[in-house]
């Protein structure tokens, strides 16, 4: 298996600007997370689904965060307008028998 | 609130040294434990997990973990550190199939 995989691996956008990253998920896991890493606030959970469904999104920072998973192969995360402090580095993972697997990650810049 | 305390922000230590990173977690009933690393410029794996059993785990590497339930413990440790050991560790709690909520990590640097 590939494992989880994170596209793009690293964006660089101006401030204003919509940024889409997408995750695809080890086949078979139903549970998916988004988590963002700053050196500042360490690694925050922003949402999860769980077969598609979001489950707990209580962590996403604000309405110009949003999450989808449109299917069991495919999630987006989306912000707009971005803004500077929302440079970071956004993992995806999904969900084995309790296990998390990571993808690379996605460096996001936002000048 | 659920949550996970790693001790040491920072750790340096010299090759063959014995390491012991501690974590302490607040949860409500069931929980399960990991460590996962990071080494630099990577993504997160996972070295060793605790869900029920023996409490003293062993995980790569020849990392191991101990779940002191009465402590609300889960340290991690190595007897001999080696210098690829250089890496962020983290860890985490879950309460059965929810979230898995990470502490803020410890970064090991490794001398030679």
């Known amino acids: 298996d590939a494992g989880v995989i994170q596209s793009p691996r690293h964006e660089v956008t101006e401030m204003g600007q919509e940024v889409t990253l997408r995750c695809k998920p080890i086949s078979g896991h139903d549970y998916l997370f988004w988590y963002r890493q700053t050196m500042m606030r360490g690694l925050e959970l922003l949402i999860y689904f769980n077969n598609n469904v979001p489950i707990d999104d209580s962590g996403m920072p604000e309405d110009r965060f949003s999450a989808k998973m449109p299917n069991a192969s495919f999630s987006t995360l989306k912000i707009q307008p971005s803004e500077p402090r929302d440079s970071a580095v956004y993992f995806c993972?999904?969900?084995?028998?309790?296990?998390?697997?990571f993808g690379e990650g996605s460096r996001l810049t936002v000048l | 609130a659920q949550s996970v305390s790693q001790h040491n922000h920072h750790v340096i230590l010299s090759e063959a040294a014995s390491l012991e990173l501690g974590c302490n977690y607040s949860?409500?009933?069931?929980?399960?434990l990991f460590w996962y690393v990071q080494y630099p410029g990577q993504h997160l794996q996972l070295l060793l997990k605790?869900?029920?059993?023996?409490?003293l785990v062993k995980g790569i590497k020849g990392f191991e973990a101990e779940f002191i339930k009465s402590k609300f413990s889960f340290n991690l440790r190595k007897p001999s550190v080696q210098w690829s050991d250089t890496a962020e560790y983290f860890c985490a709690a879950s309460g059965g199939y929810n979230k898995l909520i990470f502490g803020a990590g410890t970064r090991l640097a490794v001398h030679p």
């Open positions: 949860y409500g009933g069931t929980v399960n």
């Open positions: 993972a999904s969900r084995e028998s309790g296990e998390l697997f």
């Open positions: 605790y869900f029920s059993g023996d409490p």
